[in-house]
């Protein structure tokens, strides 16, 4: 669909006259023609016929009639790249934004198609209601639309997968009670599970409103799930919301510190959802990465991360039957391997003494070693298995007629002699079946098999610890698996053979996932003490470990790592699903633990959202900002009426009758017409991106309307710039970390705008600067003296920190040169005691875009000459000027998309958000400065009123 619309489309009826406008122009009078004398030659060229009118050109008629069309086109309103059409309901416009991860992509675009929303419902006077689908409604209503601009920029992509259904009450009663509202919906255009349910419901709540859906016209949302360390290579799955977009890229590796591993080649077959990335790498990198992510995709569904539960484990496995040669199919490491290749490496011990193996694969480094029917290792064997399980291994046990008969201590629990036979011709008990899985353990939730028999099983000893330490149990309620801790590994015991002469365990899918979730209890391969570890901090050890892990490092929308948050919680140890906005994605756990929790789990696909349900009319976004061609089209047909007239004082003999000067001065007045024509064009233009500044009254209104942050307007375009998105990334910030929802910032002329709307004042300092004139010195000064605070920020710290002496930088400079004729009182840095470090979050020090400066407030003076002796505040106000040297605004400033502006030095991974943290401080000290020093200073007063 073409990007064009008309602000007024009733007038393109105008078109249809075009045909009796061709008629009225075929026909022109016949030019004079000129006839040589003597009279007899006029008579000899005299035709007897009546003559008739000659026909205009058709080409002179085209012309004219196109002429005739771009005035009505004009008249029409063209507007390129329209916004959504929003004009068609008289009430409020309530606007609709899925913002979950598959927004993230093209984030910057459905933010341009917002602000557009606005600014048209804007211009016909109606309020707006912003309602993510991704966040739960609180206090959603109408509002003003520089309210909406506040809460949209406060917005961004959600990393975890959003259920639309959520917000579905909290709209019904937001359009119950907004009259004839408008409904737009900033699709991602994406099925994450829930888009079928969501369509039909909002049809329902909007039915007889006029909806307008934005979908298309942006890359389709890609994603990874499904990573599978498998023995032919680590494996993940790549999804795509539609079969539109690119059909191949690269999946990238990176291991704990973001260096890359390797990369693999995907490529969509034609018409395909789902395409599979392959990376072909030795199992030592392999189990080395940590991060899966789509090369070009900026979301936190583009990204897979893998924790020890994708690592592939080697597993060594030992014997002691002695038939594993000659009849292999009734061999217990047959049936062991055949279970455990899907998920590890297997390492079988052939033609060697279960005694010699075991030290081979401890020598190895092996997490998990498996001993079917080995009774009693003896020697220096033994006691070096002990010393391996004590570190950290993870050894597995099965039952068999050596171990019946005699067994060492390395078992979960004590074995009573022989073995108990099951449904056999002397035997009075039938066989058993599975009874259940313990909770606790690491077998919870597995489906209990109906079809496995137990024919033969060792017993253990009954003692207090029996309960807790059996995993399975048979039905009448005897043991089938126990583990226990030693030290720091774990020794699991299988009540019946590895092969199917006990039982037909052997020959069963749940023999398979037992196994599985055993391995996975041990590390990658690193050796017995990271096995350990690893299962303790899981809690894949089930009764062994338990509780919750922290969160470490989480993801954002855009699939970066961020610090946690406030409202991230903690999750169960053996979590396994995907990310919810309780326990965003990232890691969780300690560094040699780590739990991984992405955005999607491995069974999630995507698809393209079918809108055919609601009865709305469907946009594409557009790839610019609207753009008026009234004045273009104008100038169009103002050149062609020229040229018409031209061409019809040529037809009419004109330009002969006209020398060559006078010919050439026509050609220089038609041209000086054009071009006068456009320089009024682009004085337009200009008009339009540089209005006037508004009146002193228009000013105030606009100041004094809601709370706002000011800063100075320093006339460097690259400073101010910089300035202004600093301070809209700081109400970004405040709006969601406080109570505080500022209106948009506001740049200020000292000399020219009152400043006492404003409780704080941002002032740059550019090299250079002029000294300002005594009446603007003293409207600073009875600013600052009125209560108001000023932020000077030198933005040199690289240089030289703000007041040191001797200092000569341009900054410091020009610095001293506003500061010069100005009454300021005495200034030092921050004490560690100041309310300025406690206003909203503790802080120590006081970072921007640079770390190495200091924040300078007046100083408070202590008591009897007595540094510590410092009174609770200075008088009951707060410091009146604020310096630094740190760019603050260099490290709040943030683009339209959310991503930060300029980089910070050194660039510590939480130091922006210690900037920010700066900032609120700042703002609640200026706001509340006499009620936040009453509150961090009441042990002082206290003592002081003697209480």
């Known amino acids: 669909m073409l990007p064009l619309a008309f602000a007024s489309p009733a007038l393109l009826f105008a078109l249809a006259a075009l045909p ?38 058709w080409w002179l008629l085209l012309l004219r009639l196109l002429l005739a069309a771009l005035v009505i086109l004009a008249a029409a309103g063209p507007v390129w790249n329209p916004p959504p059409a929003t004009r068609e309901a008289a009430g409020p416009l309530v606007l609709l934004i899925d913002n979950g991860w598959t927004a993230a992509a093209s984030w910057e675009r459905r ?13 016909g006077g109606r309020g707006i209601a912003v309602v993510p689908t991704a966040e739960p409604l609180r206090d959603v209503s109408i509002r003003t639309p520089s309210e909406a601009r506040v809460r949209l920029r406060a917005l961004k992509p959600q990393p975890f997968t959003p259920d639309r259904r959520v917000i579905l009450p909290g709209l019904e009663k937001l359009l119950s009670s907004a009259g004839e509202a408008g409904l737009v919906w900033l699709s991602d255009a994406a099925d994450t599970g829930d888009g079928a349910a969501f369509v039909t419901a909002l049809g329902r709540l909007a039915e007889g409103r006029p909806v307008t859906v934005l979908a298309g016209g942006l890359p389709p949302a890609r994603a ?45 077959a034609d018409g395909a959802l789902e395409a599979t990335a392959t990376f072909d790498l030795p199992i030592e990198i392999r189990n080395d990465i940590a991060r899966l992510e789509i090369v070009g995709e900026r979301s936190s569904g583009a990204v897979q991360l893998l924790d020890e539960r994708w690592r592939r484990r080697t597993v060594g496995i030992v014997t002691g039957s002695t038939a594993d040669t000659a009849q292999p199919l009734l061999a217990g490491g047959f049936y062991l391997g055949r279970a455990i290749e899907p998920f590890a490496d297997v390492r079988l ?68 002699p022989g073995g108990r036979v099951l449904g056999g011709k002397l035997s009075w008990e039938q066989p058993q079946k599975i009874g259940g899985f313990a909770k606790e353990g690491p077998f919870a939730g597995l489906a209990v098999p109906s079809d496995v028999t137990i024919t033969r099983q060792v017993l253990a000893e009954p003692d207090g610890l029996l309960f807790e330490r059996t995993w399975a149990a048979l039905t009448d309620g005897t043991p089938l698996v126990t583990g226990s801790r030693h030290g720091k590994g774990v020794v699991v015991l299988f009540h019946v053979a590895a092969d199917t002469s006990w039982s037909d365990l052997p020959l069963s899918g749940t023999f ?9 209890l041990a590390g990658s391969g690193a050796g017995p003490a990271k096995g350990a570890g690893t299962a303790a901090a899981t809690g894949e050890a089930g009764a062994t470990a338990a509780g919750t892990v922290p969160p470490a490092r989480l993801l954002d929308g855009f699939g970066a790592f961020q610090p946690p948050g406030a409202a991230a919680k903690p999750l169960p140890a053996g979590f396994r699903g995907r990310g919810t906005p309780d326990n965003p994605p990232g890691f969780y756990g300690v560094a040699e633990a780590l739990v991984a929790v992405n955005t999607l789990a491995p069974q999630d696909r995507l698809a393209p959202l079918d809108l055919a349900p609601l009865d709305a009319t469907v946009e594409a976004y557009r790839a610019g900002d609207p753009i008026d061609l009234r004045r273009h089209v104008l100038a169009l047909a103002f050149g062609l009426f020229l040229l018409d007239a031209l061409i019809v004082l040529a037809m009419a003999g004109g330009l ?67 300035s202004r998105a600093g301070l ?22 000292p000399a020219r705008d009152e400043l006492a709307f404003f409780p704080l004042l941002y002032w740059p300092v550019v090299p250079g600067v002029r000294a300002p004139s005594p009446e603007t010195l003293a409207r600073i000064d009875a600013f600052m003296k009125n209560g108001g605070t000023i932020l000077f920020d030198t933005r040199d710290a690289l240089e030289a920190a703000p007041l040191e002496r001797g200092a000569a930088t341009p900054g410091m400079a020009g610095l001293r040169t506003i500061l010069s004729a100005l009454d300021i009182p005495a200034l030092e840095p921050v004490p560690r005691d100041h309310v300025l470090t406690k206003s909203f979050y503790i802080l120590r020090d006081f970072p921007g875009r640079y770390a190495s400066g200091q924040l300078w407030v007046e100083a408070l003076p202590a008591a ?16 009146p000027i604020l310096i630094t040297s740190n760019d603050l605004a260099g490290a709040w400033a943030i683009e339209r998309s959310g991503e930060p502006m300029l980089p910070l030095v050194p660039g510590d991974l939480r130091q922006r958000e210690f900037a920010y943290r700066v900032g609120v401080n700042i703002v609640m000290y200026v706001l509340t400065g006499s009620y936040k020093a009453d509150q961090v200073h009441i042990p002082a007063l206290l003592e002081r009123l003697g209480q």
């Not at 030019?31 to 000899?44: D, E, G, K, N």
């Not at 790549?238 to 590796?253: C, D, K, N, P």
């Not at 002969?656 to 050609?667: H, M």
């Not at 009897?864 to 410091?879: H, I, L, M, N, Q």
């Open 224 to 268: 990874l799930a499904a990573a599978a360390n498998s023995g032919a290579g680590l494996s993940v799955t790549v999804l795509r919301a539609s079969a539109a977009g690119e059909a191949s890229g690269i999946v990238r590796a990176v291991d704990l510190k973001g260096l890359p591993l390797g990369q693999a080649v995907f490529a969509f």
């Open 864 to 879: 009897s000459g007595d540094e510590d002796a410092r009174p609770a505040r200075s008088g009951d106000g707060v410091s």
């Open 728 to 749: 809209e990334g700081l109400s970004r910030f405040l709006a969601q970390r406080t109570a505080l929802e500022s209106a948009e910032p506001i740049g200020v002329d």
């Open 349 to 416: 011990a052939e033609r060697t003494s279960p005694s010699e193996a075991v030290d081979r694969f401890i020598d190895m480094g092996l997490p998990l070693i498996v001993m079917a029917d080995v009774g009693t290792l003896t020697g220096e064997a033994r006691d070096a298995l002990i010393r391996w399980v004590e570190a950290g291994g993870i050894l597995v046990r099965f039952a068999g007629p050596r171990l019946a008969a005699g067994a060492d201590e390395l078992l979960p629990v004590r074995l009573r």
């Open 512 to 520: 398979v996932e037992m196994l599985r979730r055993i391995v996975a």
């Open 111 to 123: 933010m341009a198609a917002a602000e557009a929303a606005i600014t048209e419902a804007e211009a």
């Open 656 to 722: 002969a009758r006209l020398g060559a000067a006078r010919r050439a001065s026509g050609v220089a007045v038609l041209i000086a017409a054009a071009l006068a024509l456009g320089a009024g064009d682009v004085k337009a233009q200009g008009a339009k991106a540089a209005p006037p500044p508004p009146s002193v009254d228009e000013f105030a209104l606009h100041a004094a309307a809601k709370t706002r942050l000011a800063y100075v307007v320093t006339g460097d375009a690259e400073v101010d710039r910089i």
């Open 20 to 57: 009796l406008l061709w008629w009225l122009l075929r026909f022109v009078p016949p030019r004079p023609r000129r006839v040589a004398f003597p009279p007899a030659r006029l008579l000899l060229d005299v035709e007897p016929k009546e003559e008739t009118p000659a026909r205009s050109p």
